[in-house]
């Protein structure tokens, strides 16, 4: 009972608050069990607004930057989506809940086996998890929805390029504490529309390309 009531809490005080009123993103995540994407000593700590440790230099996703995700990508059932530094896999899990087809990308090791054991403890074995550096793996192309859970200092366009037209990609930009939440859509072969979301400040992707630095 104290689980339910602090999912409940979650998504009231936290997700909804920040703007997410799509009844099917809210139903995915009070479906998703996310106390099972925390790691275990951080346990009391799965549905606090707060930054939760998954290694050195990587955090997970507080709940209402996924509910923004969700929101922005509008994910439906039948839609291919990719994750890209999907960590523990609740952002994979939550698009999955949304009926999407799921590939998800993790460059660590630890991360990607203890996504794929969270994720069949979930119920959602059937997302495929990678384990990868996305800079040097082939990303695939035609994805409805794109997710990158990891900052990108400088953007990066091969993450657009790998949407299907009419596709949406969900990018955060930025090399320093103020960075900008992005939505991205494929509106051609080669056009893309981008619409700015929110400020916020996530840990970068392993391997992203920084801006170079300043000289006088």
């Known amino acids: ?101 799921v590939r998800a990308i993790e460059i660590d090791a630890d991360l990607a086996g203890a996504a794929r054991h969270n994720l069949k403890r979930a119920g959602f074995g059937q997302v495929e998890v990678v384990k990868g550096d996305t800079f040097h793996l082939d990303l695939g192309k035609d994805y409805a929805v794109i997710a990158v859970c990891g900052s990108l200092p400088l953007y990066d366009d091969r993450f657009a390029r790998a949407l299907a037209v009419g596709g949406k990609l969900f990018a ?8 900008e939440a992005l939505l991205i859509t494929r509106t051609g072969d080669a056009t893309w529309d981008s619409t700015g979301l929110f400020e916020t400040a996530i840990d970068a992707l392993d391997n992203a390309k920084w801006p170079e630095p300043f000289t006088f």
């Open 1 to 101: 009972m104290q689980t339910e009531f602090a999912r409940v809490q979650m998504i009231t005080q936290q997700v909804r608050a920040w703007d997410v009123f799509d009844e099917r993103v809210l139903d995915a995540m009070r479906r998703t069990p996310r106390e099972f994407f925390v790691p275990g000593k951080f346990a009391e700590l799965a549905f606090a607004d707060a930054e939760i440790p998954l290694r050195a230099g990587q955090h997970m996703l507080p709940p209402k930057i996924v509910g923004r995700l969700l929101q922005a990508l509008e994910a439906a059932p039948g839609m291919r989506a990719l994750v890209v530094g999907c960590g523990t896999g609740f952002v994979p899990a939550c698009l999955s809940a949304m009926g999407a087809s």
């Open 172 to 179: 955060v930009v930025g090399a320093t504490q103020l960075q």
